[in-house]
């Protein structure tokens, strides 16, 4: 689960991390009032209006603006609230923008000594969380790593010791800390922010930058967060936070609770598989075939009879879906679960979708195959049964020519 900005800063300044200060506001009304606020607690001039979505690069689109006055901050609030922003990391459409974060300008007051990058995540190679960070912090840390990657450190972390203090000091030697303040301040940062990767079962803590303020604090000015959706359910917060996200979207919301790993995409292709592996696999396949992945659905290797029949429904409900391919390797998951749930599916949307106009190819193999093979033969439905990848692929293929 992607973390808002403003949520990340909550995760941080609750581990005694500085953020800047800042207040959350849906309307241009609210930002006015949240902007009088920290006018008033800081004392500084000019504020920062940040869009906040679930994507990067908001500043080069348009999505991070500066107000010198309450008539600007209404206005450029305004001119963002209700908007779909586009970024590098959004799609054509771009993100709608229902929040912003009303923040102290810490760059324009004059209040930086020095920047950084720093994140941790878990590195799945080497089975250990990795803290990478640089000295060349800021909105260009793509360019960086991509033209200098001599200037990206990382320090892998052994998960049995935690976070040792000679791999603090070498960040801190990398950043110019020196002395006490190595010692003490930035030493109780990094724990503190290794303890918030920990306790939150973050995929991802990332903060740039990371600066150092002239009256010596580090300070997290931009942050993201990525939370693993297996752990929310002891994150309840954010458990609900998600819940509320995807009931946008009536067909996520589904996915979710029935446990299905789903992602929507623009293309024509449904497909239904169980493993993430083998689905990103039959992604490719219809890619070769001349086809595009309409989703992205893994029904999981403990899936029973009502996950695949809900399953099958949402790709049914995808109009823009041409044809289906089911790529199924029986273990824990049975063949005729499957076929069971898909078959009830189709019982229940009958009246609802023609379904026979939606061509299905369907690899069935493993435990209990046969079974589910005649099944299907049954009912009725227009289904191609293959025997292997190439052979589905080739259906696929033929299908959409």
Same mark, same amino acid.
């Given at each position: 689960?992607?973390?808002?900005?403003?949520?990340?800063?909550?995760?941080?300044?609750?581990?005694?991390?500085?953020?800047?200060?800042?207040?959350?506001?849906?309307?241009?009304?609210?930002?006015?009032?949240?902007?009088?606020?920290?006018?008033?607690?800081?004392?500084?001039?000019?504020?920062?209006?940040?869009?906040?979505?679930?994507?990067?690069?908001?500043?080069?689109?348009? #999505?991070?603006?500066?107000?010198?006055?309450?008539?600007?901050?209404?206005?450029?609030?305004?001119?963002?609230?209700?908007?779909?922003?586009?970024?590098?990391?959004?799609?054509?459409? #771009?993100?709608?923008?229902?929040?912003?974060?009303?923040?102290?300008?810490?760059?324009?007051?004059?209040?930086?000594?020095?920047?950084?990058?720093?994140?941790?995540?878990?590195?799945?190679?080497?089975?250990?969380?990795?803290?990478?960070?640089?000295?060349?912090?800021?909105?260009?840390?793509?360019?960086?790593?991509?033209?200098?990657?001599?200037?990206?450190?990382?320090?892998?972390?052994?998960?049995?010791?935690?976070?040792?203090?000679?791999?603090?000091?070498?960040?801190?030697?990398?950043?110019?800390?020196?002395?006490?303040?190595?010692?003490?301040?930035?030493?109780?940062?990094?724990?503190?922010?290794?303890?918030?990767?920990?306790?939150?079962?973050?995929?991802?803590?990332?903060?740039?930058?990371?600066?150092?303020?002239?009256?010596?604090?580090?300070?997290?000015?931009?942050?993201?967060?990525?939370?693993?959706?297996?752990?929310?359910?002891?994150?309840?917060?954010?458990?609900?936070?998600?819940?509320?996200?995807?009931?946008?979207?009536?067909?996520?919301?589904?996915?979710?609770?029935?446990?299905?790993?789903?992602?929507?995409?623009?293309?024509?292709?449904?497909?239904?598989?169980?493993?993430? #592996?083998?689905?990103?696999?039959?992604?490719?396949?219809?890619?070769?075939?001349? #086809?595009?992945?309409?989703?992205?659905?893994?029904?999981?290797?403990?899936?029973?009879?009502?996950?695949?029949?809900?399953?099958?429904?949402?790709?049914?409900?995808?109009?823009?879906?041409?044809?289906?391919?089911?790529?199924?390797?029986?273990?824990?998951?049975?063949?005729?679960?499957?076929?069971?749930?898909?078959?009830?599916?189709?019982?229940?949307?009958?009246?609802?979708?023609?379904?026979?106009?939606?061509?299905?190819?369907?690899?069935?193999?493993?435990?209990?195959?046969?079974?589910?093979?005649?099944?299907?033969?049954?009912?009725?439905?227009?289904?191609?049964?293959?025997?292997?990848?190439?052979?589905?692929?080739?259906?696929?293929?033929?299908?959409?020519?």
């Amino acid at each position: 689960m992607n973390l808002y900005e403003f949520q990340g800063r909550e995760i941080l300044n609750s581990f005694s991390i500085k953020v800047p200060d800042g207040i959350v506001a849906s309307t241009p009304e609210e930002s006015v009032q949240a902007a009088k606020k920290i006018l008033e607690n800081t004392k500084k001039k000019s504020l920062v209006i940040k869009a906040q979505i679930h994507a990067g690069g908001r500043g080069k689109s348009g #999505g991070i603006q500066i107000a010198k006055s309450l008539k600007e901050v209404y206005e450029k609030s305004k001119s963002i609230l209700g908007k779909y922003l586009i970024t590098p990391q959004t799609s054509k459409k #771009g993100k709608l923008v229902r929040k912003v974060l009303i923040s102290e300008d810490v760059y324009s007051n004059s209040y930086i000594y020095d920047e950084y990058y720093i994140s941790i995540f878990m590195n799945r190679d080497i089975e250990k969380n990795i803290i990478v960070f640089s000295k060349e912090g800021g909105m260009d840390i793509e360019e960086v790593y991509k033209n200098h990657p001599d200037k990206i450190y990382t320090e892998e972390i052994d998960p049995g010791l935690g976070i040792q203090f000679f791999q603090i000091k070498r960040i801190g030697f990398l950043f110019n800390l020196k002395g006490s303040y190595l010692n003490n301040k930035f030493r109780d940062f990094v724990i503190s922010l290794y303890k918030a990767y920990l306790y939150y079962d973050a995929l991802l803590l990332e903060i740039n930058p990371l600066i150092k303020t002239l009256d010596n604090e580090m300070m997290a000015v931009d942050t993201k967060i990525v939370l693993d959706n297996n752990a929310l359910f002891r994150h309840k917060k954010y458990y609900d936070e998600m819940r509320r996200q995807k009931k946008e979207d009536p067909i996520e919301i589904e996915a979710f609770e029935a446990k299905l790993n789903f992602l929507k995409l623009n293309g024509n292709v449904g497909c239904m598989v169980n493993g993430a #592996g083998l689905a990103m696999a039959t992604m490719d396949m219809i890619k070769c075939c001349g #086809g595009n992945p309409a989703n992205f659905l893994d029904i999981g290797g403990d899936a029973d009879t009502n996950r695949v029949e809900k399953a099958f429904r949402i790709i049914l409900n995808d109009k823009s879906v041409k044809a289906i391919l089911i790529n199924i390797f029986g273990g824990i998951v049975r063949c005729d679960t499957v076929a069971e749930g898909i078959i009830n599916s189709y019982r229940k949307r009958n009246h609802e979708i023609d379904i026979k106009k939606i061509p299905i190819v369907i690899r069935l193999q493993g435990t209990n195959e046969n079974t589910a093979k005649k099944m299907l033969q049954t009912s009725q439905l227009p289904i191609y049964s293959a025997d292997s990848l190439e052979e589905a692929a080739n259906k696929i293929k033929e299908i959409l020519l």
